[in-house]
């Protein structure tokens, strides 16, 4: 039993208003994501999401149950998405090898008792970004290479907005319960994620933010549409969307980030957008 995790309750809106920096900080952001040699988990209530990252250096690391989950094994009653942001990593699932070149993706279904990561080489890691949701029934294992994802390019460099978006864990690439997972890019000298923003009170999300260059940070806008808070991310850091919340950002440089999401349903393009002119 793994023994090192969080929880995150889900708030009210009309509560989250009156959060001061530090206690908005502490409800939401998830720092040092990825770890060297343990998973850190945070729980989070908003759709029992979970969020972790591994960088397998000295030894392999497994994949264990957290006492709340009350499961002798993790994925009992889990889906797991699996995004390699480091150099070339293997999981091990219950005796089959799949190996994750940078930025290649895992899925893996309910039901799966024997995961374990490890990196091709200590000197040059794999770091695993892993995100988990409940699952009702157990859908195929499936890595998800470079040429298997969905590519969109968003946004123009005029409105700094110009933008590289890549599903990978998303319904048409393969089969889930819950979980989308996917990873957008800003182009050089565009700063923008996800404006225009949007909400989906039908479903939570998760932003991991990295590939921040040294000295550079995000500001990351969350809160209703008319009543937003900006929180400042540092790379490496993740922060969790409450279904009500917008989630955008703008860095001080480009930079990259992973989204997650569960909740009511797999449709990417179900978004309420929100008009630029009217947030506050
Ligand atoms: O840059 C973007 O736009 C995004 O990456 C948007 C996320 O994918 C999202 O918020 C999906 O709901
Ligand atoms: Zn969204």
Same mark, same amino acid.
């Given at each position: 039993?793994?023994?090192?995790?969080?929880?995150?309750?889900?708030?009210?809106?009309? $509560?989250?208003?009156?959060?001061? +920096?530090?206690?908005?900080r =502490?409800?939401?952001?998830?720092?040092?994501?990825?770890?060297?040699?343990?998973?850190?988990?945070?729980?989070?209530?908003?759709?029992?999401?979970? #969020?972790?990252?591994? $960088?397998?250096?000295?030894?392999?690391?497994?994949?264990?149950?957290?006492?709340?989950l009350? +499961?002798?094994?993790?994925?009992? *009653?889990?889906?797991? @998405?699996?995004?390699?942001?480091?150099?070339?990593?293997?999981?091990?699932?219950?005796?089959?090898?799949?190996?994750?070149?940078?930025?290649?993706?895992?899925?893996?279904?309910?039901?799966?008792?024997?995961v374990?990561?490890?990196?091709?080489?200590?000197?040059?890691?794999?770091?695993?970004?892993?995100?988990?949701?409940?699952?009702?029934?157990?859908?195929?294992?499936?890595?998800?290479?470079?040429?298997? #994802?969905?590519?969109?390019?968003?946004?123009?460099?005029?409105?700094?907005? $110009? *933008?590289?978006?890549?599903?990978?864990?998303?319904?048409?690439?393969?089969?889930?319960?819950?979980?989308?997972?996917?990873? +957008?890019t800003?182009?050089?000298?565009?700063?923008?994620?996800?404006?225009? $923003?949007?909400?989906?009170?039908?479903?939570?999300? #998760?932003?991991?933010?990295?590939?921040?260059?040294?000295?550079?940070?995000?500001?990351?806008?969350?809160?209703?549409?008319?009543? +937003?808070?900006?929180?400042?991310?540092?790379?490496?850091?993740?922060?969790? =969307?409450?279904?009500?919340?917008?989630?955008?950002?703008?860095?001080?440089?480009?930079?990259?980030?992973?989204?997650?999401?569960?909740?009511?349903?797999?449709?990417? @393009?179900?978004?309420?957008?929100?008009?630029?002119n009217e947030?506050?």
């Open positions: 039993m793994n023994k090192n995790y969080e929880i995150r309750y889900a708030s009210n809106p009309e $509560a989250v208003k009156k959060y001061d +920096t530090t206690f908005l =502490s409800e939401f952001i998830v720092k040092s994501v990825i770890k060297v040699d343990e998973i850190k988990w945070v729980y989070s209530h908003y759709d029992r999401f979970m #969020v972790a990252g591994v $960088a397998p250096i000295k030894k392999s690391i497994e994949l264990e149950s957290i006492e709340p009350k +499961t002798d094994y993790f994925l009992n *009653r889990r889906e797991l @998405g699996i995004i390699n942001i480091g150099e070339t990593g293997i999981v091990s699932v219950d005796g089959t090898e799949y190996t994750l070149h940078n930025k290649e993706a895992l899925y893996l279904g309910k039901g799966n008792k024997s374990v990561f490890s990196s091709k080489s200590p000197k040059t890691p794999a770091q695993f970004y892993l995100n988990s949701t409940p699952a009702h029934r157990a859908f195929p294992n499936k890595k998800i290479g470079i040429k298997d #994802v969905e590519v969109v390019e968003l946004g123009t460099p005029e409105t700094a907005n $110009a *933008r590289t978006l890549r599903k990978y864990i998303v319904n048409g690439v393969v089969e889930v319960c819950q979980l989308q997972m996917g990873m +957008t800003l182009k050089s000298g565009s700063v923008w994620n996800t404006m225009p $923003a949007h909400v989906h009170d039908r479903r939570m999300e #998760v932003y991991f933010y990295f590939e921040i260059p040294k000295d550079q940070a995000v500001c990351h806008f969350m809160g209703e549409p008319i009543q +937003t808070r900006h929180l400042w991310l540092q790379n490496n850091e993740a922060v969790i =969307s409450p279904p009500w919340s917008i989630h955008s950002g703008s860095g001080t440089s480009n930079y990259t980030f992973i989204w997650g999401m569960a909740g009511e349903n797999l449709d990417y @393009g179900d978004m309420d957008v929100c008009k630029i947030l506050k």
